[in-house]
């Protein structure tokens, strides 16, 4: 069975911090790995990894994949109080025969900002 | 539109009625997905349409659960005989399948549907 596992839960840490929120999966075709900020109700992309080991940055957060350990990781440096939301890692599958792609969710990970 | 987009925007019903949740895709997208998030629960996959067909309908939680999709384009999921556990907040996304580029969900501003 497809799965996407991350962790931790919940994470509370002081403004100024950095993060480290992981993401593993056991997905057969994968495709990519995607990772979202969910403040509100939608969640918004922050990042796709296709390829290992190549780092993607924006700002302050960075992102990782590891597709022979089958894990991910999302770095935030230098916390700030509006990072505080639930970081959510998918990872897209291709369904065969070419009937479409579709996407597994983790239940995200729970990040809280104190000033 | 620019964007995938959902009505209502919420949603608040008697225990027992009918309920219908609207999505508009990205014009194009050919997948499109509903999830549902209770307070405090990941996102729970619903249903996936690929086109106006439904590859997969495991994630619907029971029998009072339908959804369609006509057109290729919007869709509408069917709550019928509400209770008040179908309480969540309910998103749709869209996605093109595009294998020379990169593809993501766009999700839309989700329904968020209290069952009292």
């Known amino acids: 069975e497809d799965k996407v596992v991350q962790s931790p839960l919940s994470l509370v840490v002081h403004e100024g911090d950095t993060v480290t929120l992981n993401c593993s999966y056991e997905?057969?075709?994968?495709?990519?790995l995607l990772w979202y900020k969910q403040e509100k109700k939608a969640p918004t992309f922050l990042f796709m990894l296709t390829s290992s080991g190549i780092e993607k940055k924006s700002g302050r957060l960075s992102s990782i994949l590891d597709k022979k350990e089958l894990f991910s990781i999302l770095n935030i440096t230098a916390t700030q109080t509006g990072d505080s939301a639930i970081y959510l890692c998918?990872?897209?599958?291709?369904?065969?025969?070419?009937?479409?792609?579709?996407?597994?969710f983790g239940t995200g990970t729970s990040l809280t900002v104190i000033p | 539109g620019a964007g995938v987009s959902q009505s209502p925007s919420n949603k608040v019903t008697e225990k027992g009625k009918d309920v219908e949740l609207r999505c508009d895709p990205i014009s194009g997208h050919t997948a499109l997905y509903w999830y549902r998030q209770s307070l405090g629960q990941g996102l729970e996959f619903l249903i996936y349409?690929?086109?106006?067909?439904?590859?997969?309908k495991s994630g619907l939680p029971s029998d009072r659960f339908s959804a369609e999709r006509t057109g290729g384009s919007v869709s509408t999921l069917t709550i019928q005989r509400t209770q008040q556990e179908d309480s969540a907040v309910y998103l749709c996304?869209?996605?093109?399948?595009?294998?020379?580029?990169?593809?993501?969900?766009?999700f839309g501003q989700g329904t968020r549907l209290t069952v009292v």
């Open positions: 997905v057969t075709n994968f495709r990519s």
């Open positions: 998918a990872v897209e599958a291709i369904e065969f025969p070419n009937t479409g792609n579709q996407f597994y």
């Open positions: 996304a869209s996605s093109l399948l595009d294998r020379r580029g990169n593809t993501e969900a766009f």
């Open positions: 349409f690929q086109g106006n067909s439904a590859p997969d």
